[in-house]
C-alpha cells in the first residue's frame, strides 16, 4: 500500500509542474509586457490569478488570520519563515499589491519562468558580497515606485525539516532600517509538511497563515538591526512553536 500511496504523490508532483508551468508559457506575453510597460496593477493581478489557479488545482485552500493593518500605497518589508516552493504561491494570493521578491540567482535557469522572474524581481547570489551590495540598491527603485520587498530571512529552506525556524540573516532589516519601512511578518503553519520538498511526502489540505502585527523601524538606527532581527525571528518563532501541528511535524 504504501508504494501506491507514494506512486499518486509522484503524480501530484507531476501534475504541479503542469499547472504551475502552463499559465506562465501562457500568459508570458502579458506578463512580459507589463514589466516592460511599468503596468503594476497587471502585474499584480496576472500573479495573483498564477498563485491562486496553482494552489486550487493542487487542492491548497488558505486560511488568513490577519492581525496586521496594512495601508494601502505603503511600501512594506514582508517577511517569514520560508518552508516550501508553496509559499511563493500563497504569498501572491494573500498580499494583493505591487511587491517584489529578493529570490535567490538560481531561479533565473528555469525556462520562460526564471527570465520572467528576473525582470520582475531582485535576484542575488548569496555567496557573492557585490550581488548582495548590488541588492541594496535595485530596492531603492522598486521602492521608489511603490513596490513593498518579500524577503524569506532565513536565506532558504532549511536543510533539516525538523527545524521549525532557521537563524535570520541581517538584509531584510537592514533595508527595513536604512529605507524606514515598516516591517510585516507572516507564518506559514502548514506549507512546511502539505508540499515539502521530499517528493514522497504531502498532500493536498488547508494552509494556515497569520499576518501579525505591522512592525514600525522609524526611529531605529542600523545599531538596532540585532535587536530587531532577534525581535521579529522570537515573533514568528513562538507562534511556530504554540501551534500543536507545527510541534507535531518537528517531532515527527
Known amino acids: 500500500m504504501r508504494w501506491l500511496i507514494n506512486f499518486f504523490r509522484i503524480i501530484w508532483r507531476i501534475w504541479f509542474v503542469i499547472v504551475a508551468g502552463l499559465p506562465i508559457i501562457v500568459f508570458a506575453p502579458a506578463i512580459y509586457l507589463a514589466i516592460v510597460l511599468d503596468k503594476p496593477k497587471l502585474l499584480t493581478w496576472l500573479r495573483y490569478f498564477w498563485g491562486s489557479w496553482v494552489l486550487f488545482w493542487m487542492g491548497f485552500r488558505v486560511k488568513v488570520e490577519n492581525q496586521s493593518d496594512i495601508k494601502s500605497g505603503q511600501p512594506y518589508i514582508i517577511i517569514g519563515n520560508h518552508t516550501s516552493v508553496i509559499d511563493i504561491m500563497v504569498l501572491l494570493k494573500i498580499f494583493y499589491r505591487p511587491f517584489v521578491f529578493v529570490g535567490k540567482k538560481e531561479l533565473s535557469k528555469i525556462p520562460v519562468f526564471g527570465y520572467l522572474y528576473k525582470k520582475a524581481n531582485i535576484l542575488v547570489d548569496r555567496k557573492s558580497p557585490k550581488s548582495r551590495k548590488e541588492v541594496f540598491d535595485q530596492v531603492v527603485d522598486f521602492i521608489k515606485k511603490g513596490n513593498s520587498i518579500a524577503v524569506y530571512p532565513e536565506g532558504g529552506v532549511p536543510n533539516d525539516p525538523k527545524i521549525l525556524l532557521a537563524p535570520f540573516k541581517n538584509g531584510a532589516f537592514r533595508m527595513a ?76
Not at 227 to 251: A, G, P, R, T
Open 177 to 252: 532600517i536604512e529605507h524606514k519601512l515598516p516591517i510585516v511578518p507572516m507564518v506559514y503553519f502548514d506549507n512546511k509538511w502539505r508540499f515539502p520538498y521530499d517528493i514522497f511526502k504531502g498532500g493536498p489540505g488547508k494552509l494556515r497563515v497569520k499576518i501579525l502585527p505591522v512592525i514600525q523601524t522609524d526611529k531605529l538606527t542600523l545599531k538596532d538591526v540585532n535587536e530587531l532581527k532577534d525581535f521579529c525571528y522570537n515573533m514568528i518563532y513562538n507562534e511556530l512553536m504554540n501551534d500543536q501541528i507545527s510541534k507535531d511535524f518537528k517531532n515527527k
